[in-house]
């Protein structure tokens, strides 16, 4: 009853006047007296209605109509409605500029495609992936623009479970995982993500099994089989089962090495192994990694130790020991015998920097950044005549990264190398500064 009881009452009360003047002056006056009230009616209502087609044409600029009576509850409540509505488009456009901004971080190419397989929508990482662009791009057919084989046959069999692994059209040193994703009406979502880096990973660890594998299955073998003969043959010579003991110890001692290689790795590999933080006296460990190169070398080179700092090292020292001791066990492994080895000690531009420079046959270029991948050997016949396990440099980059140091590798074919720990100036203890060298020694006259 609230929407009639205002046109009811007016109705009533021109129909009572309307009564009156028809009994005080007759049908005549009242009928004119109810045709213009009529026209006025229609003429307000005409009035209401052009206000309310012009605000409905253009609601953000017109003011909302202001009436009486039952026109100004019309345009009340439609001018309420008008503000939901408002309120709700502006809640959905931010929705969507928050989606799209989302959509824009993301760091996988994302492209959406229609039921024709144009382009409808994509994000700026499907420029760095798939060379594609948003405005250029808008309408195009993907298959004009990726024109690779497997790339058109991965998109006409619409194969949601699967995943197209490809390089990059853009870059061919990234390797892409491609997935399509089915949504709205016939639409597709077509997402590209980086997998280079899981590749990498994925080559490393197959690398490793098989290069632990091989390192593993020759002292096998060798021992396997000295055993069968000593087995098959019990009354073999003293002098020739010597021989096969020691060649078994020998074989048994590198796998020994091995094992403990690849558990200093894991160790170090390792999230819970925290680092020791104590002081590690530098001066006083290069003098007996440069004892122990003598007693290695067995006189067969010339070691030089060169201490110009008395700064020590904040630091773990059994991992610093164990990376320099690497550098200088490798340095007597592969220079040849009569050549010189120096161990050094100094202070360089706030740095700490120990030295092992050889006078061994030197490094290609190319083969520098690969040294300290796992198992990585410029000549893997000669490491493994010198005993070498191939794990020395991945040690000594894991130890000198958990120091906040890192390597620095000089060498020139046929004239030697020089392998640097260079450790940062927080983790040097300076003291005042000396000076301690300590020239090659004549070959008899070596050190240890």
């Known amino acids: 009853m609230g929407f009639w009881w205002r046109p009811l009452s007016m109705l009533a009360s021109v129909l009572l006047v309307a009564l009156i003047l028809w009994l005080a002056s007759g049908a005549v006056t009242a009928l ?48 309420k409605l008008q503000r939901r509505q408002r309120d709700s488009r502006s809640e959905l456009t931010n929705a969507l500029e928050q989606f799209e901004h989302a959509a824009q971080a993301v760091p996988d190419g994302m492209v ?29 057919f993907i298959r004009y623009l990726l024109r690779q084989a497997h790339f058109i046959e991965f998109l006409d069999a619409a194969d949601y479970s699967r995943r197209l692994v490809c390089k990059s059209p853009v870059n061919r040193e990234i390797t892409l995982s491609l997935q ?9 979502l077509l997402v590209a993500r980086d997998i280079t880096e899981l590749e990498r990973v994925d080559a490393i660890r197959r690398d490793f099994i098989a290069n632990v594998s091989h390192e593993l299955r020759t002292p096998l073998t060798v021992v396997g089989g000295f055993v069968e003969t000593l087995a098959d043959a019990p009354m073999l010579p003293a002098s020739e089962t010597r021989r096969y003991f020691d ?19 894991s160790r170090l590999e390792s999230d819970d192994h925290s680092l020791k933080d104590e002081e590690v006296n530098v001066p006083e460990l290069a003098r007996a990694l440069a004892a122990e190169a003598g007693s290695l070398s067995g006189g067969r080179h010339r070691i030089g130790l060169d201490i110009a700092s008395d700064a020590n090292l904040r630091g773990s ?49 190319e083969h520098i950044p690969r040294l300290t991948e796992r198992f990585y050997r410029v000549d893997r016949s000669r490491s493994r005549e010198t005993g070498g396990t191939g794990l ?10 958990r120091h906040g140091a890192h390597l620095n590798i000089q060498s020139t074919p046929g004239k030697g190398s020089t392998f640097s720990a260079v450790f940062p100036a927080s983790r040097l203890v ?19």
């Open 32 to 79: 004119v007296f109810l045709t213009g009230i009529q026209a006025l009616v229609m003429l307000r209502r005409l009035w209401q209605e052009y206000r309310l087609s012009r605000w409905l044409e253009n609601p953000d600029e017109v003011t909302p109509p202001d009436a009486m009576g039952t026109w100004g509850d019309i345009f009340y409540r439609l001018e």
């Open 112 to 140: 959406i495609l229609n039921g024709s397989d144009q382009i409808d929508w994509c994000n700026p990482a499907s420029r760095k992936y798939m060379g594609l662009d948003c405005e250029r791009d808008r309408g195009q």
């Open 180 to 188: 399509l994703v089915p949504f709205g009406e016939a639409k597709k």
């Open 247 to 265: 060649l078994m110890l020998d074989n048994t001692r590198r796998m020994q090495h091995l094992l403990d290689d690849l558990l200093t790795l």
């Open 317 to 365: 020292l059994q991992e610093i020991r164990s990376a320099l001791g690497n550098l200088v066990s490798n340095a007597v492994r592969y220079t040849p015998d009569g050549g010189g080895i120096t161990l050094s000690w100094r202070q360089q531009n706030d740095e700490g920097v120990f030295a092992v420079t050889d006078t061994g046959e030197g490094i290609a270029a």
């Open 392 to 401: 020395g440099l991945a040690i000594v980059k894991h130890v000198l990264t």
């Open 430 to 448: 300076v003291s005042q500064p000396s000076a301690t060298v300590i020239p090659f020694p004549a070959q008899e006259q070596a050190v240890g």
